[in-house]
Structure formats: C-alpha cells, structure tokens
C-alpha cells in the first residue's frame, strides 16, 4: 500500500464531517478531490470505507476501526513537523495544554508564566476544556499535553498523577457555617448543595466518595461549569465541595474554605495525560522536565 498523508487527512475530514463537501471546504480543496482521494484510499485498502447517498456519508464498519489508526499516523505527522521547525536552542516552540478553566486560573497559569519568562520564544496554546474534552484532545493529536482527574485507564494515553488535593466545602462569608475551620460532613446535610454534571471530574470524585459513606446530598443546583458553581455559592445559594487548587479562588475571591473531617483521607487526583506513542515536540518536553519543578509528585 501507498497510503499518503493527505489521503488520511482527507479521510479523517469526511468521517468527523459526515460529508465530502464541508470536508473539502474545511480543507480548501475541491469536492471532487476530497472524493477523489478517499476512492483511492478505499482502492488501496480494498474495501468502500462510507456509504454514499445523494444527502449523506455514513462510516462502515471498515471506517470506524480505520479511524484511531488514521488519528495516531496524522497526530504523529503533526508534531514531528512542529518539532522539526522548532529550534534545539528553545528560541522557538509551542506548547499546547488542555484542563479546565480553573486549572488553568489556579495551577498552569503560575508555572507556565514562569517558564516564559525564561524562554519567551515558547508560546503557549490553552485550551479550555472540561474532562471528557481535554482526553478527546489529547488522544486526537490537538494538544500536546492534558491536566484532569481520571479514575481508570484510557486506550493509548498516558496519566501520570500531578497533584493530590483533599476536599473542601466552600460558603458564602455570610452563611452560618462560615467561622467554622472543620466540619463534619453530615453538618452540611440541611443547607443547599450545589453541584456539577457528572461530565466533570469533580463531580465523579466526589460520586466515588459518596458511594463509600451513607452520606446522600440531593442536588439543589446542578451546573456545567466550577466557575458557575463558585458563582452561586458566593452570592448565597447554597454550599459545593471541591479540591483544594479551587478552594485557594474560592478564598480569593472572597468565599470561605472549610476542612471536612471525615473526608480528609479521601484525595481528588489530577493527572497529567499525554498520548502513549506519540514523542512530543522539543519545547512540549523541555516543558515536563522543569514541570516536577511546580508539581513534586512528577518526579
């Protein structure tokens, strides 16, 4: 077989979009060179990867499995291009991570600061994401490095616990457990609970730890972001629990962080996640070997 690059590139393109048409648009290409590619791709491979109607573009079987392995060759592709142009000196590079918001705001910001400060050719991409997403982007090649909790194994990535945070119940300065340094966390039973969708990390920890207690918390407010949940906590809305790296913003911004005593064995970790075969550019790298420098438990 002679697969080209462009071919997975092309074929990639039309399984996400569903469609040779916005595929080839997206690659500013011609429609009929978009088709034309992946009937070469499907002549070399020896069988039709999509059904075709006059509306649609449907991956088979044949595709789906094609799939991950068109991801790995491409993702790979890109980032020896990007390491290629980059100099050995670190005059120049990118570096391109993916967490949450408030990971962003309350552990990368500092570190990564730091490091441009002292190589100010190395920019930084940030991505924005929740869990599910930072994973998705780092399996597919779009960013280089992630920062979430996961509790299990994931095909072809690699998770390397960064931080190990204890949990916190965050209130409101006017609420009436607000002095207080330590509670029980059967003492939060009669307020407000203000929780996150199950999507974020957070939310999964604590399930897990709930799981293990008789402790059952009914959600009053459920939202889809922390910055949202701390949101309503501050303005008296209720109470939400959360790792340590989010109750350092809670107090800054003006909430209260108390202990929860008999939860204090139980740890919210943080992972960082790269994919397992792919060799990071050269500035990605030199970034994770000053990175145990901000977080010990890299080393």
Same mark, same amino acid.
């Given at each position: 077989m002679n697969i080209s690059f462009r071919q997975l590139q092309v074929f990639l393109a039309v399984y996400e979009a569903g469609s040779f048409t916005v595929a080839a648009n997206g690659l500013h290409i011609s429609q009929s060179a978009a088709s034309k590619m992946v009937a070469e791709l499907e002549n070399q491979l020896g069988m039709p990867l999509f059904e075709r109607t006059t509306r649609t573009v449907v991956p088979n079987d044949a595709a789906r499995e094609f799939f991950e392995f068109a991801q790995d060759v491409t993702a790979t592709m890109a980032t020896a291009k990007r390491s290629i142009t980059e100099l050995i000196t670190l005059e120049r590079g990118k570096v391109s991570v993916a967490?949450? $918001?408030? !990971?962003? #705001?309350?552990? =990368?910001?500092? $570190?990564?600061? @730091? #490091?441009?400060?002292?190589? $100010?050719? &190395?920019? *930084?991409?940030?991505?924005?994401? @929740? /869990? +599910?997403e930072t994973l998705d982007r780092v399996r597919s090649g779009v960013v280089d490095i992630g920062f979430c909790a996961t509790d299990s194994e994931i095909s072809g990535l690699e998770a390397t616990v960064a931080i190990e945070d204890a949990m916190y119940a965050i209130v409101d300065d006017a609420h009436p457990l607000a002095r207080r340094r330590s509670i029980r966390a059967a003492e939060l039973l009669p307020y407000n609970y203000i929780s996150l969708r199950d999507s974020y990390s957070i939310r999964r920890t604590l399930d897990q730890i709930f799981a293990r207690t008789p402790l059952r918390f009914e959600n009053h407010i459920e939202v889809g972001s922390l910055t949202a949940a701390l949101g309503f906590a501050?303005?008296?809305?209720? *109470?939400? &629990?959360?790792?340590?790296?989010?109750? +350092?913003?809670?107090?800054?911004?003006? !909430?209260?962080?108390?202990? &929860? @005593? +008999?939860?204090?064995?139980?740890?919210?970790?943080?992972?960082? &996640?790269?994919?397992? /075969? /792919?060799?990071? @550019?050269?500035?990605?790298?030199?970034? =994770?070997?000053?990175?145990?420098?901000? *977080?010990?438990?890299?080393?």
């Open positions: 967490a949450s $918001p408030l !990971m962003h #705001y309350g552990l =990368l910001a500092g $570190p990564i600061a @730091s #490091y441009r400060q002292r190589y $100010p050719g &190395i920019d *930084f991409e940030i991505h924005e994401c @929740s /869990t +599910d501050r303005q008296g809305a209720g *109470f939400l &629990i959360v790792p340590g790296y989010a109750a +350092d913003i809670a107090q800054q911004w003006g !909430m209260r962080r108390i202990a &929860i @005593s +008999d939860l204090a064995s139980f740890r919210h970790r943080i992972s960082l &996640i790269r994919r397992r /075969t /792919t060799r990071l @550019s050269v500035a990605a790298r030199h970034w =994770l070997a000053v990175l145990p420098q901000s *977080f010990p438990l890299l080393k």
